[in-house]
């Protein structure tokens, strides 16, 4: 989203300076060798988005772009990814917001002129990806989402989550709001709990479902002990927005409070190239701390590469504190290198992971069943392909806490759900702030 969103506003005026109707005269340039460059005067503008298509001869090429933030009073980009031409066709549908208000425009550019890329030789390349561009300079903001905008660009999840872990709550847009400069996810009993009413015998999202329809991604019937989930919480990704290999990631984040509560603040793979079963193409856990008081003052991070324990948590690095985690904000962060990573929270290191060593150590004596697709793959295979980011909140389920004579349902037990929602007296008025609040997500290139 951060170079592919830029590289379309560039289109816009390649051949003209002209000026948008109520927005600041735009600088576009086709640079040479390749790529595009952008600069515009910030005025107060919130957010710019744009759709394109670039029509060479018979073919089209297509991009949905968005430009999420003005550095130093101006909006600016340089994406060296774009291959323009002399004589290049653009069509673009642009859409700019200023003080919640919304303006429109299609243009038609024509790229008469190709300028020499006089700043190229000072930008060192980075290791970092994107879908669209593998020319970054190093340390660059390359996404952020400061969530001032009121209008959410991220995909709302709306689905029943399934395996491997199995969650006691369904995912809904009306848990999910910006407030004040903050992304809040929350967590909420269910109308669908009541399960005295035959009203809600059976919970069908329709064609709202962002999982796969016809399967319990999308309708759910009750029966029996096996009841319709619970909990309404809410999930959202940059999944077809923007995804990313290797770089730095900071969230800025307070976390859920309450038993059985648990924060996704996740990187997870874009295209499953090693398979989707058991986390085969692997999750990277930006911050983990689950909502029990209990459990509150131990912080979690790093790589899954297994639903089950104990290769589930055995590369997650702990950090533990004197106090809870989740009594107040933090910046979390990961550093994700070709050959492992780092992780950090208010910028202190707390953990390091290299998986060409901790890996394959662990792994001559344990081989979960899908290392055989791994070996396709660069020495950190899964973890070298492209992910997109996560955040929500989830309950429950089978996998991330352990049986223990406090926790009322049995993780191999077919009734978890329903003695979960049994003990509803029990764990209810723990949830005293259950929501996850997020200040900013930021990406930077390594």
């Known amino acids: 989203m951060g170079w592919q969103m830029f590289s379309l ?3 816009t005026s390649l051949c003209f300076g002209f000026v948008m109707s109520n927005l600041p005269p735009l600088t576009i340039e086709a640079i040479s060798p390749r790529g595009i460059k952008i600069k515009m005067p910030d005025d107060g ?3 710019f988005t744009m759709t394109a298509s670039l029509r060479r001869g018979l073919h089209t090429t297509q991009w949905k772009i968005t430009i999420p933030s003005a550095k130093n009073g101006y909006w600016t980009s340089v994406d060296r990814n774009i291959d323009l031409r002399l004589g290049d066709v653009v069509y673009c549908n642009i859409i700019a ?3 919640n208000i919304q303006f429109q425009e299609n243009k038609i550019w024509t790229v008469r002129e190709l300028v020499p890329d006089s700043e190229y030789i000072n930008c ?5 990806r994107t879908p669209c561009s593998n020319q970054i300079c190093k340390n ?10 009121d209008k959410l660009m991220w995909k709302k999840e709306v689905m029943f989550p399934q395996g491997p872990d199995y969650p006691f709550n369904a995912y809904e847009t009306k848990a999910i709001r910006v407030e004040n400069g903050t992304l809040i996810i929350k967590p909420e009993i269910s109308i669908y709990a009541r399960r005295e009413n035959a009203e809600y015998s059976q919970w069908d999202l329709g064609s709202s479902c962002t999982g796969e329809l016809g399967t319990r991604e999308c309708i759910q019937t009750s029966s029996g002990a096996q009841i319709l989930p619970p909990i309404t919480s809410g ?9 990313f290999k290797f770089g730095r990631i900071d969230v800025r984040a307070k976390l859920p409070v309450g038993d059985w509560l648990i924060p996704e603040i996740n990187l997870e793979p874009l295209n499953h190239e090693y398979g989707k079963d058991h986390y085969a193409s692997g999750l990277l856990r930006i911050a983990y701390v689950k909502g029990n008081q209990e459990f509150s003052k131990e912080l979690y991070g790093g790589p899954i590469v297994f639903d089950s324990e104990p290769l589930r948590s055995i590369f997650l690095t702990k950090h533990y504190s ?6 107040d904000f933090h910046v979390y962060s990961l550093i994700w290198k070709p050959d492992g990573f780092q992780l950090l929270v208010d910028d202190l290191p707390y953990g390091t992971f290299i998986k060409s060593t901790d890996l394959d ?9 899908q290392s055989e697709s791994w070996a396709r793959g660069t020495p950190i295979a899964p973890l070298d392909q492209l992910f997109y980011i996560s955040l929500g909140v989830r309950v429950g389920g089978i996998n991330d806490f352990t049986d223990s004579p406090l926790k009322p349902w049995k993780n191999s037990n077919s009734k978890a759900m329903y003695k979960f929602w049994q003990s509803t007296l029990s764990w209810r008025p723990t949830w005293t702030s259950p929501e996850l609040v997020v200040d900013y997500v930021r990406v930077y290139s390594l």
């Open 9 to 11: 506003i560039i289109f």
């Open 45 to 47: 503008f919130s957010l």
């Open 97 to 99: 917001y200023k003080q």
């Open 124 to 128: 060192v390349i980075s290791e970092t």
């Open 140 to 149: 660059t903001l390359i996404y952020s989402d400061e969530f001032n905008n």
């Open 235 to 243: 999930k959202i990704s940059t999944k077809g927005l923007f995804s």
């Open 322 to 327: 004197s106090v809870h985690w989740n009594n």
């Open 361 to 369: 150590e662990y792994l001559i004596s344990e081989l979960p069943p």
